[in-house]
């Protein structure tokens, strides 16, 4: 199995920049597409940015231009840089990990706290 280790949340003000880190242990190779979720209190866990084995990208209209997810060369970490910052990205982040067919569940990391406040 994949276990997902999640390191960089933290404290920020508004307009500054965090960068989330994602390591992959286990078998890698079980793995397919990455991405990071988030989920604020009050409202559903949503999908902030995906990316692909291929190396393809989506995000979530709210964080296009100023986040920016990335996959090293081995797929062993996945990362979020998270530039302009604003009050409204505080929320729980979740490193999550697809794997190669649709009826496997999903891997998640432990989630990290990212709070933007002055």
């Known amino acids: 199995q994949v276990r997902l280790v999640e390191s960089g949340g933290g404290l920020v003000q508004p307009g500054g920049s965090l960068r989330l880190s994602c390591a992959a242990s286990g078998n890698i190779f079980s793995i397919a597409a990455m991405g990071w979720y988030r989920q604020a209190p009050g409202k559903q866990r949503e999908l902030v940015a995906a990316?692909?084995?291929?190396?393809?990208?989506n995000y979530a209209d709210s964080v296009k231009g100023r986040f920016t997810i990335s996959r090293d060369n081995a797929k062993k970490t996945a990362y979020l840089q998270m530039n302009i910052l604003k009050p409204e990205d505080t929320a729980v982040y979740y490193c999550n990990a697809k794997r190669p067919t649709t009826n496997q569940a999903d891997y998640w990391g432990q989630g990290t706290q990212v709070t933007v406040s002055s």
């Open positions: 990316i692909t084995s291929g190396g393809s990208t």
